[in-house]
């Protein structure tokens, strides 16, 4: 579909990083956007630059009760969700070995059920309305593997695994489910990492999350027979060899 004119859309982690940029492009689209996150200060901050088609909800994505309040908020605001943009997402740093379980499944809580989640809430309002688009912000984490990432890689593998499941089952109620699949990107998340980690690259830089989003607008806009596809945005990273990745020990989100 490409007709959003009274019809809404919800996007996760959009507080800042990509997913603020997302929801920026989608505003400039003429879709009201309700920007969930639990960074209140800065989703409000981005709410509040993009104007009247824009609000903030805080969404704890591991939430079932926040996501009906969310989705309930964007159909009373702006119309029906005919977009959903998975983003939130957390990363931990950890060996196989090392990593603390409790991590390991708060990375997949967050990347993974969290998408699943907003999808089982979102789905009937989709498909009440008459179709839609659903887009799951994975990761190059999600198409090759990272040393010192188990947790981040099983839950983006499975985002992406995710998502070609839901297009099968949805694509006869005319909703779209596409994953986008980004490289270094510069965002809070890749903070410590240096230019060291894009030098091999063909596009030896870090990328800008407005890029994440162009590629974004043009699933939700353009991109009307694709489905149950991958959209990489990773400077050419993933077409011939793999980018080591800092074992920096911390947890950030976009």
């Known amino acids: 579909m490409t007709n959003f004119h ?54 704890d994505v591991t939430d079932e009760g926040n996501w009906r309040a969310v989705a309930a908020d964007a159909a009373a605001m702006f119309g029906p969700p005919a ?39 979102l789905v009937p309002y989709l498909r009440a309305a008459g179709g839609g688009v659903i887009v799951n912000v994975s990761s190059t984490a999600g198409l090759v593997g990272y040393a010192d990432l188990g947790a981040y890689s099983a839950s983006k593998w499975g985002l992406r695994g995710l998502t070609k499941s839901a297009a099968l089952e949805l694509g006869h109620d005319g909703i779209r489910v596409c994953s986008v699949h980004p490289g270094p990107i510069h965002t809070p998340m890749t903070a410590t990492m240096d230019d060291s980690v894009t030098i091999a690259q063909p596009l030896p830089r870090f990328g800008e999350p407005e ?23 990773d400077g050419g990273a993933t077409a011939g060899q ?6 920096e020990h911390h947890t950030e989100d976009w």
């Open 6 to 59: 009274g019809r809404s859309a919800i996007v996760t982690g959009g507080a800042r990083g990509i997913g603020a940029a997302i929801a920026a492009e989608l505003v400039k689209q003429g879709i009201g956007v309700v920007i969930g996150d639990l960074l209140e200060r800065d989703g409000r901050a981005v709410a509040d630059s993009l104007g009247p088609t824009a609000i903030f909800r805080r969404l």
């Open 83 to 121: 977009v959903l943009v998975n983003n939130a997402g957390i990363v931990d740093f950890g060996g196989i070995d090392t990593e603390k379980p409790t991590a390991f499944r708060h990375v997949l809580d967050v990347d993974l059920y969290g998408a699943w989640l907003g999808m089982r809430v």
């Open 211 to 233: 890029e994440v989003a162009a590629m974004v607008r043009f699933i939700v806009t353009e991109a009307t027979y694709s489905t149950g596809s991958e959209f990489v945005v």
């Open 242 to 247: 793999v980018v080591a990745v800092p074992a």
